[in-house]
């Protein structure tokens, strides 16, 4: 099978889609996590990436992580960065802030990065679980942009092609790499682009 077809095929056996245009995983990516299926992702990011130089990939907590995770053993090991939600009084003034509005939440937060972890010569991909209106994918552009850093791109599990993300981000001149795109959902089927 096409690698990511298994990704698809995982969606449509488990993925439940709620009010809202929302996807629900849980079952393979957003609680539990099936490391299999991360391993062929991460691979995946690595072949459409290949081209590139990256030491740094930037994800946001919670969901995001695992996939950085797996997916940067396939990059020499870069580092994983990523951005926490709240101010956490350990991290001190010295962070970098974009503002972040959560599309499953309806609730606006702040996305920070400690500036210990993005310096100016980082060469950063962008990781998350799912691609909507691209506000936490912005804010992760916009925190690389203020450490004065480069990115390379954002690698996207799911994207949901009926919403704006994409548009979003290729606007920032940045590209888009997406395993799964979703052209429309509603109760009971899920059509991929
Ligand atoms: P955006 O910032 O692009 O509007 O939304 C992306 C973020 O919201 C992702 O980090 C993801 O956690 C969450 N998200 C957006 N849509 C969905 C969805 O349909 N299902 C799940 N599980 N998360 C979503």
């Not at 003034?93 to 959560?102: A, G, I, K, R």
Request: aromatic share 8%; glycine share 6%.
């Amino acid at each position: 099978m096409f690698r990511m077809e298994i990704l698809k095929e995982k969606i449509l056996q488990e993925g439940q889609v709620k009010t809202a245009s929302i996807l629900k995983v849980d079952s393979f990516l957003n609680h539990q996590i099936d490391i299999n299926l991360m391993n062929e992702i991460g691979s995946e990011f690595k072949r459409r990436f290949q081209r590139e130089v990256i030491n740094k990939i930037l994800t946001i907590e919670a969901s995001g992580i695992a996939v950085a995770s797996i997916t940067a053993q396939y990059f020499s090991n870069a580092k994983v960065v990523f951005a926490k939600k709240s101010e956490a009084l350990n991290m001190g003034s010295e962070v970098y802030e974009s503002t972040v509005h959560s599309y499953t939440k309806n609730k606006t937060y702040s996305a920070i990065v400690s500036k210990s972890y993005l310096n100016s010569g980082d060469k950063v991909l962008i990781i998350d679980d799912f691609l909507a209106n691209g506000c936490a994918a912005s804010a992760l552009i916009d925190i690389v942009r203020q450490a004065g850093a480069e990115v390379v791109g954002v690698g996207i599990v799911i994207e949901k092609g009926f919403q704006q993300g994409r548009k979003e981000i290729e606007r920032q001149g940045v590209r888009v790499e997406a395993l799964a795109t979703i052209g429309n959902m509603k109760e009971n089927s899920i059509c991929f682009i």
